[in-house]
């Protein structure tokens, strides 16, 4: 059983920061790719930020140079420091994280329970 827990969402004015959290428990053998995800009512899920075992990173466009992503291997965990955020910003981010559960299982993508993340103007 694997478990993926979000925690720092909030509500903050346009310009400010969050700083997202995630941390994977249970039985992990290894993660490979971890990344966060966003979704608003009535739209698809969309990538915000991704990063492999090896801390190469990728964003879209939409957040490049606002949005940093990072892990710490140790601690199983994903963070996602959010700057200069966006009345668009608005939604329910998900973090997901690619695991293999014991050595000769195939890594499956685990998703958090998501967090609100609410800009106002």
């Known amino acids: 059983q694997v478990q993926l827990v979000e925690s720092g969402g909030g509500l903050v004015q346009a310009g400010g920061s969050l700083r997202l959290s995630c941390a994977a428990s249970?039985?992990?053998?290894?993660?490979?790719?971890m990344g966060w995800y966003r979704q608003v009512p009535g739209k698809q899920r969309e990538l915000v930020a991704a990063?492999?075992?090896?801390?190469?990173?990728n964003y879209p466009d939409s957040v490049k140079g606002r949005f940093t992503i990072s892990r710490d291997n140790a601690k199983n965990s994903v963070y996602l420091q959010m700057n200069s955020l966006k009345p668009e910003d608005t939604a329910v981010y998900f973090c997901?994280?690619?695991?293999?559960?014991?050595?000769?299982?195939?890594?499956?993508?685990?998703w958090g329970q998501g967090t609100q993340v609410t800009v106002s103007s």
């Open positions: 997901n994280a690619d695991i293999k559960t014991a050595y000769l299982t195939r890594p499956r993508g685990y």
């Open positions: 249970g039985s992990i053998f290894s993660i490979n790719a």
């Open positions: 990063i492999n075992s090896g801390g190469i990173t």
